[in-house]
């Protein structure tokens, strides 16, 4: 049987798999987003005049500026900003503050905040009680708390990713299998419907129909492409014809390719088919099976 063909669309379907897998992965990587994130540090007291110095560093670390970015900081129901002071890793960054008539919120606009950028609020806050409110928002985004990432988070993550991908693969396999075991089976089928109309023939007389017949169904068969069963189909038909070249031409093939485990089948149909009584005593024959017994001792 050759599986060539059969092999070469499996690894075709295993490569597409992975070409496909490897494309999404890619993609989702390269999804240009931006993420902004804030961090706030410990605050500042200052007991004399009651004052707090907070502070937020605010980035983007994702791999696409953000647009229309609103930041919005709220006291709480006691408290006023006393002293603001913002400032941008780079200078180009431009901004606007405003504050309320009661000094308790903060509003800065950004129009633009590109990746890889930070952004510093300080402030010193007069009878801070409760905690801070902020908000960000922007076009097609809201902002979030930087997280310090849990390892066994990500290796949650990994195990996740790497079970789909083999859950992925065994389903994959599973499907090539049954293909593979459709296309032996029709194979089979068509097999043996040569077989059945090149008998027809042969009951006819018409051994050329035949041999035409099985060689035009080994040129187009998946699997069964000169396989030793066809071959000694062909090899009893000119047996019984009396062609004696091309049955020592096809006795000497299969003695090439046939496994020593199947050999000794055919070696015995070749010592007992009728089909080639008519050489039982000619020397190439008796040559050419000594050598096949040869071959496969």
Known sequence: MDFGLVKDIF????????????????????????????????????????????NWIIENQGNKSA???????????????????????????????????????????????????????????????????????????IGKEHQVKDNSEKIKKYYNIISLALISVYLLSVFGLIIFMGFILNSKLEYEQTRSIANLYLSNGDKDEAIKLYESYSKNSVLFKET?????????????????????????????????????????????AKAFDQFRKDKDFINALEKFKKNHS
């Open 67 to 141: 647009k229309n970015v609103s930041v919005q900081l709220k006291l709480g129901a006691i408290g006023k900003f006393e002293t603001i002071d913002c400032q941008a890793s780079e200078n180009a960054l431009n901004f606007t503050r405003n504050t309320n008539n009661d000094s308790d919120m903060l509003s800065i606009d950004i129009p633009l905040f590109p990746q890889g950028i930070s952004f510093d609020i300080s402030s010193l806050v007069k009878d801070l009680t409760g905690n801070i409110e902020i908000s960000i928002v922007g076009e097609d985004f």
């Open 228 to 272: 030793p069963s066809l071959l000694f189909e062909v090899l009893s038909i000119y047996g019984n014809s009396g062609d004696k070249v091309k049955v020592i031409s096809l006795i000497n093939k299969l003695s090439g390719d046939l496994k020593n485990k199947s050999a000794s089948h055919y070696i015995h149909f070749l010592e007992t």
């Open 11 to 54: 690894l075709i379907i295993i490569g597409a798999f992975f070409t496909f897998i490897f494309t999404l992965v890619v993609l989702k990587v390269q999804q240009k987003k931006p993420n902004i994130t804030w961090r706030k540090l410990s605050n500042i007291k200052i007991p004399a005049n009651n004052l707090t110095g907070i």
